[in-house]
């Protein structure tokens, strides 16, 4: 065994390998994501029968082998278990898991994903929150990190910061009726332009602590959605379940 290192992360998938080990995908905050190999994992008496499973936090000790690391202990502080008896929570928790899993790679910077991640799940299992609204939080939010985030805090074309009307997923963000015409633009209602500024821009610990209007919402998830179908070109396998 080489020289272990202790890695804060969270488990996003696992498959089985051979009889009895598993092969996981851990989002750390020091290194980013990483695979690692887990001896025993699914023998009935194994250390990390839990640990080694999907939205499992904490920390992982673990040694570089050939190919992947080798997890040698964890020290799990939540497994998030409320998630798996809300079928509906569980589906958008494991989306959000697969969406944090494309946009990370190995020797990053896991922090932001990491928290990001961290506190969407918590929101999960808070039932006065609207998982459709979780949801188009958190992809907007993964949005600004990647940096692919719309233009709402200025026109898109002309820069005018006042009068911001209209919204063009082709111009990639917020129009003014001076830059609207020869443009395929909706209607941005106010409340919902606030509602995207203060998702993009206020710390995570206040990403989960607002509810909005139907009506409001409506043209939140309308633009959100657009937006990512037009500008993402990879479709996610847990996104049909929703």
């Known amino acids: 065994m080489g020289q272990t290192i202790v890695l804060t992360g969270m488990v996003l998938s696992a498959m089985p390998v051979g009889d ?3 092969r ?40 570089q082998g050939k190919s992947s690391y080798n997890v040698a202990k964890v020290s799990i502080t939540s497994y998030f278990r409320e998630l798996t008896t809300e079928p509906d929570a569980v589906y958008y928790g494991f989306y959000f ?12 910077d896991g922090t932001d994903f990491l928290n990001l991640l961290y506190i969407t799940l918590k929101a999960l299992m808070k039932p006065s929150l609207d998982n459709r609204l979780i949801r188009r939080i958190y992809e907007l939010r993964v949005l600004v990190l990647i940096g692919e985030y719309p233009q709402v805090f200025s026109c898109a074309k002309c ?30 209602d106010a409340s919902a332009l606030y509602a995207m500024q203060y998702i993009m821009t206020e710390p995570f610990q206040k990403l989960y ?7 409001v919402f409506a043209c939140l998830d309308q633009l959100v959605s657009g937006y990512i179908r037009q ?8 996104e049909e379940m929703l």
């Not at 919204?167 to 443009?183: D, N, T, V, Y």
């Not at 500008?231 to 847990?238: C, E, R």
């Open 20 to 22: 009895y080990d598993k």
């Open 24 to 63: 996981i995908q851990i989002l750390t905050r020091e290194r980013g994501k990483i695979a690692a190999f887990v001896r025993g994992a699914r023998r009935p008496n194994s250390a990390f029968l839990a640990a080694a499973n999907p939205f499992s936090f904490g920390q992982f000790e673990v040694y």
């Open 97 to 108: 898991l697969e969406m944090a899993s494309y946009y990370t790679q190995e020797n990053m």
């Open 159 to 188: 820069g005018k910061k006042q009068d911001l009307y209209y919204f063009s997923i082709r111009q990639h963000g917020a129009l003014c009726p001076e830059c609207l015409k020869g443009e395929y633009a909706v209607p941005l």
């Open 209 to 215: 602590t607002f509810t909005l209007s139907d009506p």
């Open 231 to 238: 500008h993402q070109d990879h479709t996610f396998k847990s």
